[in-house]
C-alpha cells in the first residue's frame, strides 16, 4: 500500500514540477507582448526555470538525510505553489525571470524527493521498472501541459496558467501531509555532504550513465527552447497548431516508458539504454537533414524529433537506475547528484539553444545531434556491470 502511495504521490507531484517547463510555452508571444519585451528575452524564462531547479538540487538531498523526506516535499511544493501565484503580478521581463527562478527552486525539490521516494521503495531492475512511471509524468506535462496552456491562454489570459498551477500545487502539499511514505533506517557514512557528493563524481559507474541521461534530456529542453520561435515564426503556426505537437511528443515519450516497464526485466537495462540512446541520435540527425533539405516543411522537423523523444524516454529512467546502481554510498545523495547533474546540464544547454535566435531550422538540429553523439559516447564509456 505504501508503495503504491508513494507511486501516486510522485508521478503527481512531478508532473506539477514539469508543467512549469511546457504549460506557458504557447502563451510565450503574448507574455512578450505584455511584459513590453522580445520573445527572446522572454525565452529565458526557461533556462532561469532550470537554473532554479539545477542549483539547490545537492542541498535538497542533503536536507532529505537530516530531515526527513515529508519536509523537504512539503517545503518544496509550498515554494513552488508560491512562486507560480506570484508569478503573474510581475510587470516586467525581470520580474518574470526572478519568479521563474523561484519557481525552479521549488521545483527542484520536488524533482529531488520523487526520485528518492521511488529509490526508497524499489531497488535493482525493479528500480527501473518503478521510474518509467516519473516519465510517463513527465511527459504527460510535456505535452498535454503544452496543449492545456494554449486552452487556457486563450480563454482566460497567459495569468491564469500560472494561477492555476500554483493553486494545484498547494493543493497537493495538503494533500502529501496527510500520506504515510516508508521509514528507512539508513546508517549514516559520517562524512559530510560535499565529500560524499565529491566522491560519487570519481566513479564512472555512476557518473556516465548519470551524464548519458542528462544530455539525452538536453535534447528536449533544446527543442522546448528553440522551438516555439522556430515554428511559430519561422513556420507561421499558430499558438495552438503549437499546442497540438504535444500530443504526438506525449505518445512517443509514453510509449517508450511503457516499453522500459514492461520489457525491462527481460530484455536488461544496458540493451534498452543503448537502443535509446541509438533512436536520440537517428531522431535528432534526421531533424538536421530534413532542416537542410531545399523547401524545408515543418513536418521534416518535427516528426524524427518525436522519434528522438521515443529513445529518450528509454534512456532516461534506466540512465537513473544505472547511476544509483553504480553508487558506493547509500541514501538519497546519488539520485540528488544525478537530478543535479541533469538540470546543470540542462540549463546550460537551454542557455545555448536561447541564443540560436535564428527562425531556421537547422541549428537547433545541429545542437541536438551533437547532444546525443555526446551521449552515445558516455554509453560507450561505461563500466562492465558488476554480477
Known amino acids: 500500500m505504501k508503495k503504491r502511495t508513494t507511486l501516486i504521490v510522485t508521478c503527481t507531484t512531478v508532473f506539477l514540477a514539469q508543467l512549469g517547463m511546457s504549460i506557458y510555452l504557447p502563451a510565450l508571444p503574448d507574455i512578450a507582448r505584455d511584459l513590453g519585451a522580445d520573445a527572446s528575452r522572454v525565452s529565458w524564462g526557461l533556462s532561469v526555470y532550470l537554473i532554479g531547479m539545477a542549483l539547490p538540487m545537492l542541498a535538497w538531498g542533503s536536507l532529505s538525510q537530516r530531515l526527513g523526506r515529508k519536509p523537504v516535499l512539503l517545503a518544496a511544493l509550498g515554494l513552488y505553489g508560491l512562486g507560480n501565484l506570484a508569478l503573474p503580478l510581475g510587470t516586467s521581463v ?21 526520485r528518492v521516494l521511488i529509490r526508497d521503495s524499489f531497488s535493482g531492475d525493479l528500480l527501473a521498472k518503478a521510474l518509467p512511471w516519473i516519465s510517463i509524468a513527465f511527459v504527460i506535462a510535456l505535452g498535454i501541459g503544452q496543449y492545456l496552456g494554449s486552452l487556457i491562454q486563450a480563454a482566460f489570459g497567459w495569468e491564469a496558467i500560472f494561477q492555476g498551477l500554483g493553486a494545484a500545487s498547494l493543493i497537493m502539499a495538503a494533500a502529501v501531509l496527510r500520506a504515510r511514505f516508508p521509514i528507512l533506517t539508513e546508517v549514516s557514512s559520517g562524512k559530510p555532504a560535499w565529500r560524499v557528493y565529491g ?82 541520435l537517428g531522431g535528432s540527425a534526421a531533424m538536421l537533414a530534413g532542416s ?96
Open 292 to 387: 537542410l533539405t531545399p523547401g524545408s516543411i515543418a513536418l521534416l522537423f518535427w516528426l524524427p524529433y518525436c522519434l528522438a523523444v521515443f529513445g529518450q524516454s528509454l534512456n532516461y529512467p534506466i540512465s537513473l537506475s544505472l547511476a544509483n546502481e553504480g553508487s558506493p554510498v547509500s541514501g538519497a545523495y546519488a539520485m540528488a547528484l544525478s537530478g543535479f547533474l541533469h538540470q546543470l546540464l540542462a540549463a546550460v544547454i537551454g542557455a545555448m539553444a536561447s541564443l540560436l535566435s535564428s527562425q531556421q531550422a537547422w541549428p537547433l538540429a545541429t545542437l541536438c545531434t551533437l547532444l546525443a553523439v555526446s551521449a552515445m559516447l558516455c554509453v560507450r564509456g561505461m563500466p562492465p556491470r558488476a554480477t
Open 94 to 114: 525581470e520580474g518574470f525571470l526572478a519568479f521563474r527562478l523561484i519557481q525552479g527552486i521549488g521545483a527542484s525539490g520536488i524533482s529531488v524527493m520523487a
Open 199 to 280: 566522491q560519487l563524481l570519481t566513479f564512472h559507474a555512476f557518473l556516465r550513465p548519470a551524464l548519458a541521461g542528462g544530455l539525452g534530456y538536453g535534447v528536449i529542453i533544446a527543442f522546448n527552447t528553440a522551438g516555439p520561435l522556430i515554428l511559430q515564426e519561422g513556420f507561421q503556426w499558430s499558438a495552438i497548431e503549437y499546442g497540438l505537437l504535444g500530443w504526438p511528443i506525449s505518445a512517443a515519450y509514453l510509449l517508450g516508458a511503457l516499453v522500459v516497464n514492461a520489457f525491462v526485466l527481460r530484455t536488461g537495462q544496458r540493451r534498452l539504454m543503448s537502443w535509446g540512446i541509438v533512436l536520440v
